[in-house]
DNA sequence: GAGCACTGC
């Protein structure tokens, strides 16, 4: 109970003195955006002491948050750039034809004036409005953050969308990227002292709002996506809301599509609104009359029609996961096929599409449709079955036809038993929507729903539950600690989280020390927000020296962070199993993988061209090696920055292997199972679930007690990356969760009970001697 | 004797 006795303690603290200091650190003037005491920190051409362009600027006569359209426009016809002064390309004056061209251009002085009226907007545009690569810029323009000093910041949810949006604007301001315009993600910065507008990941800014609570680099953010309801976004929306009462000089603009865009301004104190049309087709849509039973069945079925009767253009089905994709790409071939035999149908290829799938598979997708088989014949097409990955993250021109079944795997948080798992569950009208969509963006097209207009408007829910609603909050809470968040219960989220998920959280943190019993952050805490992982993990790889293993803890921790290296094909299962026992270590998964990756650098160090043909014959993935490779080097500057020791147990002492086993514990000793007296049932403790150790262990040995890295929830419960541990390490590695006191009786009890007794007796042996 | 929707730091 003692979460909830800190967590209320947390709650009844008001948040008055965090304000007062907060605006005490602030240096920003409140009432005016360009103070003149930071006329120093002013940097560039062109500009007087008060942040004012100069007569000789070709921004002369520009007020910062008052310019015109018009302004803006006169300066982009200009024959030199007014940001770099070199002469404008003549791709940039072609760029810039289109770019008038997009719906968005045309609101340019709308946008401008609502944006002067208010500190947070809410914008709302379709695809293909031009908002993520226009808006930006409007706002550069009327910021002038080369004279103000205060950048523009955009963020989005995903690497690729950063780097690549970037890259577009880059060329469309005519200048390099990484100067002017660049973007931050993780494991690179393209950004340099010049820049003004910068592209991020979401997870990228919240991470710099650790080291400077105010965000005071930023004159305005610009949070796109949000619709997406990523955990970032979220926590970000939140921050963002509190700063901007402490700092008016903060503008805020929440970029979003149409379906939520008033809870948007609800959320944000009745923010004004502006919305810009998208630029798509219409999108014919078809319920099916009755429910189907199978809907894979279904979706197969329907894929076949569309080909055999509809006028040419492109298929994309979703379906749930990679098997699911796998099997019915392999029956629509074989129905296609016969197809074409019996009512001479065109050629049909399938396609396939996951993230898992590797980069040059995935890349298939955009291969043209193939063309007819004989001159005269029916025209080919491309069917491409996906997961959602192609609802967000991948547009596919030339769609005319969207399959959609109306489900999606969804992660969930059980809070009760600690566990997140992926379910297949129901979709949202939003989901459909955006699915829908997809057929639009060429021409216009159709979507056959699998499911009834009644089910539709009746049993899905308007959105998908927001990430934060369905995810331990673990990490979450620690990160709300570091950015300075002292309460939490008050904490103005759009949708606050389960009670329960909350108290779990602060129960987890307080059992790995990050906070104390008042809910506060300890040194420990503090020290662990600094690592991109989860707590567990960062207190395992914080505590490592102790045991003298940090250099193999950081490997470890490195593996467990990417997805799976060890590859098993479907129809190479055997060989990949045989290979991966090479690698096995009888004590458990964690030294096995240690065992790979050390095999995978003494490969790299030799040949470093051959390394990847060796991770090939070994069923080991290179890829996913190559990227623990690259976390790796992340932790370990984490890890020097701070002061931590990299030191290793020598080889040869026979404590190696049980050090890294007993500094695993020092992260994961809330996730250790035990032997049930008869059988193969193993129970956690505490939680008490019944479990079994997943078949893919390598864990030969019969250990009474395992630790495991990961409880799946599938067709049983399992629990995967398992290692073997002495009962009698758990009690001396964290006493305070293995105080026996706390523990009901039962089997675990009494053989912890049994584990310390004879302790106490080797140790008082040791000193009768 | 099984499965990993998708992101992100």
New binding site residues.
Partial sequence: MSDLRSSKRISAEADDSSRKKARKDNDMDEDESYNPYLAHRQQGNGKSHHGVPSADSPFAGFQPRKTTAEQHSKVENLSDNAFTGQPHSQKYFQILETRRDLPVHKQRQEFLEKYHSTQILVFVGETGSGKTTQIPQYVVYDELPNLSGKMVACTQ??????MSVAQRVADEMDVKLGEEVGYS???EDMTGPKTMLKYM????L??EAMHDHEMSRYGCIILDEAHER???TDILMALLKQIAARRPDLKIIIMSATLDAQKFQRYFNDAPLLAVPGRTHPVEIFYTPEPERDYVEAAIRTVLQIHASEPEGDILLFL????E?EDACRKISMEADELQREVDAGPLVVYPL????PPQQQQRIFDKAPPPLRKGGKPGRKCIVS???AET?LTIDGIVYVVDPGF????IYNPRIRVES?LVSPISKASAQQRAGRAGRTKPGKCFRLYTEKAFKKELIEATYP?ILRSNLA?TVLELKKLGVEDLVHFDLMDPPAPETMMRALEELNYLACLDDDGELTTLGGLASE????PALAVMLISSPEFYCSNEILSITSLL?V??I?V?P?NN?KRA?EMKSHFAHPDGDHLTLLNAYHAFKGQSVNDSHGAKQWCHEHFLSFRHLSSADNVRAQLKRIMETHGLELVSTPFEDKNYYNNIRRALLSGFFMQVAMKESSG?VYRTVKDDQAVLI???TVLRTEYDWVLYNEF?L???Q?IRTCTGIRPEWLMEIAPTYYDLETFDDGDVKRSLMRAAEKKRRKAAMKSDR
């Fill in positions: 949810p995903r690497r690729v969308a950063a993600i993780r494991f990941t979401d997870g990228m919240l991470r990523t955990l970032a749930t996961g990679e098997d994709i996951y993230g898992t799938l997961t959602n990955i993250s999606s795997k969804q992660k992926l990430e990490n690592f991109p992982l989860d962070s997805p799976q060890f098993r479907a299962r199993d193969k997943h078949p893919s799946v599938t067709s049983k399992y």
